[in-house]
């Protein structure tokens, strides 16, 4: 697979709300996106840092992933994003291949319109690793 950089961190929140202001008074960064991706139950929001994105995800429901990784392991980083330049549908083949266990074995919409796949972090180092293309 052909990783051209990391696209964004993902950093589980309980409220964006309340995280927005550490991230734009504190450290100088500025929110450009929140939206809702009902079908992962979590609303997104994004702040540029040089080329990399920052996506804060806040859970919308109490059954949902990032409410589950909340109350497990608490606020902080959940995941890394990784721009794929050969497709996410070829680098999940070539991760299959490769003996790496996938989440998700189909790309699928995500926030901001991006193709993502998740690699599960038994097989990647303890890393949820996702993989974004336009």
């Known amino acids: 697979m052909k990783i051209s950089h990391i696209e964004h961190l993902g950093i589980a929140v309980e409220s964006i709300e309340n995280a927005l202001p550490y ?4 450290l100088g960064l500025k929110c450009y996106n929140i939206e809702t991706v009902e079908d992962q139950k979590v609303k997104t929001a994004f702040l540029r840092c040089g080329e990399t994105k920052i996506e804060l995800l806040e859970p919308t429901s109490p059954d949902s992933t990032i409410a589950k990784f909340i109350e497990k392991r608490g ?13 996410v549908a070829n680098a999940l083949a070539q991760a299959e291949e490769a003996g790496v266990r996938l989440i998700d074995k189909a790309p699928r919409k995500g926030a901001e319109n991006l193709n993502i796949a998740f690699l599960h972090p038994k097989s990647t180092m303890g890393v949820l690793t996702e993989l974004c293309e336009k």
């Open 23 to 26: 991230y734009e008074n504190v």
């Open 75 to 87: 606020m902080g980083v959940h995941h890394v994003a990784f721009a794929v330049e050969d497709g």
